[in-house]
């Protein structure tokens, strides 16, 4: 990956990757993963320093621009996504952050819950400095003018803080019965016509006890997230364990990599490998996943070269430490003089986290879940000024507001879901987290 600073500078890490950013978190910078848990995947560990400009968007409830966004407290009279094009144009820097899924839908033009005034929907930061770390290797990269110093980075990197132990308990929003019901509902729609495949998301929540960076460290160290992130987003912060990738670009090439399927990793072979066999011969996970296989192919043939939507790899059996997934990828060629909003109005929000078809579903999801989503199932990563970009899909995402964590599952319902076991579902995905202490 080439994010084309104009200065780097080899650094020797004092200690092991990524606890020795601690310090550098703690004062707000954000970190992002990318790859380099598959084979062949490119990538690695991009920690941006926190600078300014910041471009924010705040939900306004104004019929025209229904978000305010700011850029440094000036507002723009742009959309969201439109917005961010024109920053990616007036600025020679990449920006990293983060977008919420109602957010998406209201750019794409899809139904979400009515949101609180003043709620936040996007938010980027400007990447004037950054610590670039591929397989325990740093540079410090700038695209400042001057080239940067060392010196106080490496003072942060060798600073050490106390690790305490920290704790999280969730609760469920819903009890077994009302989700139950919800997915018996969603059946009934389905029968009726209505639509195909459903996102059911519910949201876990509960307060920590301890230190935010340590039980972030220890989350990460433990999950070991292919697309993982902490985001800082002003008062509110994102801990994101992500295993999918929601849109990568770099020139031409798009891709996509939904997972749709998944079984506990218990780590006797035995029993793993007989659920990995069950998983890859269950109709309703196959039927599942191919649905939101050919949806992503739609969505992204909107925005592609004609005849160049293929899929390179279809639902190929993942291991994480917690669970097993199902997970294809979809590649495309981008049509000439394609800009950043079509684009992301063609992919957000991600099919495998709404259902199909993406605007029927939308509309029922937006009146049956408990609640907004906010940036759980929406977008976070980094964009670059050419249009290259690489954005996760935000599921396995802790929401955290000072000590208040909040944190969504969910699973696809089709006509083949058996309630009990998609119940059993929602808490096998919230081990990742749960377990990082």
Same mark, same amino acid.
Not at 73 to 101: C, H, K, M, T
Not at 405 to 418: C, R
């Given at each position: ?73 000036? #507002? ?47 938010? &980027? ?55 139950q019901e919800a997915v018996l509902d969603i059946q009934r729609q ?6 195909? #495949? ?18 972030? +460290? ?17 008062? +509110? ?8 990738? +929601? ?15 998944? #079984? ?38 909107? #925005? ?43 992919? +957000? ?21 408990a609640e907004p989503r906010g940036f759980y199932c929406g977008a ?42 998609? &119940? ?9 987290i749960l377990q990082a202490k």
């Open positions: 990956m080439d994010l084309n600073p104009k200065h780097r500078l080899p650094l020797k890490l004092p200690k092991a990757w990524p606890a020795c950013a601690q310090q550098l978190l703690r004062q707000g910078a954000s970190w992002f993963h990318t790859g380099l848990v598959r084979p062949g995947d490119e990538g690695g560990d991009l920690l941006a320093l926190p600078t300014a400009p910041l471009l924010e968007s705040r939900w306004t409830i104004n019929t025209h621009y229904p978000w305010s966004t700011a850029l440094d407290g000036r #507002v723009l009279n742009l959309s969201p996504w439109n917005a961010l094009q024109q920053v990616l144009e007036d600025f020679p820097f990449p920006w990293i952050g983060a977008a919420s899924y109602e957010l998406a839908c209201s750019e794409a033009g899809m139904p979400h819950q009515q949101l609180q005034k003043g709620m936040l929907g996007m938010r &980027w930061q400007g990447v004037k400095e950054a610590l670039w770390v591929r397989k325990h290797q740093a540079e410090l990269w700038s695209w400042e003018s001057v080239p940067p110093s060392p010196d106080f980075i490496l003072n942060q990197l060798g600073h050490s803080c106390s690790l305490k132990k920290t704790t999280l308990c969730l609760s469920c929003r819903w009890t077994p019965s009302q989700h389905i029968r009726d016509g209505n639509f195909y #495949v459903a996102n059911l998301c519910i949201p876990f929540k509960g307060e920590l006890q301890g230190d935010l960076i340590t039980f972030a +460290l220890a989350a990460v160290r433990r999950a070991q997230p292919p697309y993982g992130a902490f985001m800082n987003l002003g008062n +509110l912060h994102l801990l994101s364990l992500s295993m999918e990738r +929601l849109l990568a670009r770099r020139k031409d090439r798009l891709w996509t990599e939904p997972i749709k399927g998944s #079984v506990p990793l218990t780590g006797d072979r035995q029993e793993d490998e007989r659920s990995a066999l069950l998983l890859q011969s269950d109709p309703k996970e196959q039927a599942e996943h191919t649905m939101i296989v050919d949806l992503l192919r739609n969505d992204l043939g909107r #925005v592609a070269q004609t005849g160049s939507v293929a899929v390179s790899k279809l639902m190929t059996l993942e291991r994480f430490p917690t669970v097993q997934h199902l997970v294809s990828r979809i590649d495309a060629q981008a049509r000439p003089g394609l800009k950043l909003p079509e684009l992301l109005r063609s992919i +957000l929000p991600g099919g495998s986290v709404t259902g199909a078809p993406k605007h029927a579903v939308c509309s029922y999801l937006s009146k049956v879940e976070l990563g980094w964009i670059a000024p050419n249009g290259d970009l690489d954005l996760a899909m935000p599921i396995r995402t802790a929401q955290i507001d000072g000590k208040q964590v909040i944190y969504w599952t969910g699973g696809g319902i089709t006509l083949h879901s058996i309630p009990d076991r998609e &119940w059993k579902e929602l808490a096998l995905k919230t081990q990742a």
